[in-house]
């Protein structure tokens, strides 16, 4: 009995080992959003958590106010634990993936999803997918410019990077 106890014991760091630690729902306080947006911003507001497979998808939804503009940005991460590629992750995105130059994680910009298109960056580390998209009206006019796309995209671009 001492033995397969002592055993059991010896396996617990290792196993410890094999999974990487869970994203917090809402991985930013609302100062890191709020210094790479320069704009008021609320703390985040947990969303969906939803586990299938072994996958666990979960977003946080933060206000950003930036003079009269009022939307959201949405942090949402996809857990794939150990077995998890960025090849699988970003397979099923819609539009086009184009990465972005030097980026040590592979970030890549969302464009062409027709009238869904929004600032959005994915990237992928340790297991994780992470998608960075700003919903609602970010713009001044009817209908978003190219430079307004791009001027958010650089701004998710330089929040902090997670896991």
Same mark, same amino acid.
């Given at each position: 009995?001492?033995?397969?106890?002592?055993?059991?014991?010896?396996?617990?760091?290792?196993?410890?080992?094999?999974?990487?630690?869970?994203?917090?729902?809402?991985?930013?306080?609302?100062?890191?959003?709020?210094?790479?947006?320069?704009?008021?911003?609320?703390?985040?507001?947990?969303?969906?958590?939803?586990?299938?497979?072994?996958?666990?998808?979960?977003?946080?939804?933060?206000?950003?106010?930036?003079?009269?503009?009022?939307?959201?940005?949405? +942090? %949402? =991460?996809?857990?794939?634990?150990?077995?998890?590629? /960025?090849?699988?992750? !970003? $397979?099923?995105?819609? @539009?086009?993936?184009?990465?972005?130059?030097?980026?040590?994680?592979?970030?890549? +910009? %969302? =464009?062409?999803?027709?009238?869904?298109?929004?600032? /959005?960056?994915?990237? !992928? $580390?340790?297991?994780? @997918?992470?998608?960075?998209?700003?919903?609602?009206?970010?713009?001044?006019?009817?209908?978003? =410019?190219?430079?307004?796309?791009?001027?958010?995209?650089?701004?998710?671009?330089?929040?902090?990077?997670?896991?």
């Amino acid at each position: 009995m001492f033995i397969r106890t002592a055993s059991w014991l010896l396996l617990l760091p290792v196993t410890g080992l094999a999974q990487s630690s869970p994203v917090p729902v809402c991985p930013f306080t609302a100062a890191q959003v709020s210094a790479a947006f320069g704009a008021k911003v609320s703390e985040g507001q947990p969303g969906r958590t939803d586990k299938f497979g072994g996958i666990t998808m979960q977003d946080c939804r933060y206000q950003v106010k930036a003079g009269r503009l009022d939307f959201t940005l949405m +942090v %949402q =991460t996809t857990h794939y634990g150990q077995n998890g590629t /960025a090849e699988e992750h !970003f $397979r099923m995105m819609a @539009g086009k993936l184009m990465p972005v130059p030097g980026d040590k994680d592979g970030a890549r +910009v %969302q =464009t062409a999803q027709g009238d869904m298109t929004t600032p /959005a960056v994915h990237y !992928f $580390r340790q297991g994780v @997918g992470v998608q960075l998209r700003i919903l609602g009206v970010y713009y001044e006019g009817m209908k978003a =410019t190219e430079s307004e796309l791009a001027a958010w995209q650089k701004k998710l671009l330089a929040l902090p990077r997670i896991p």
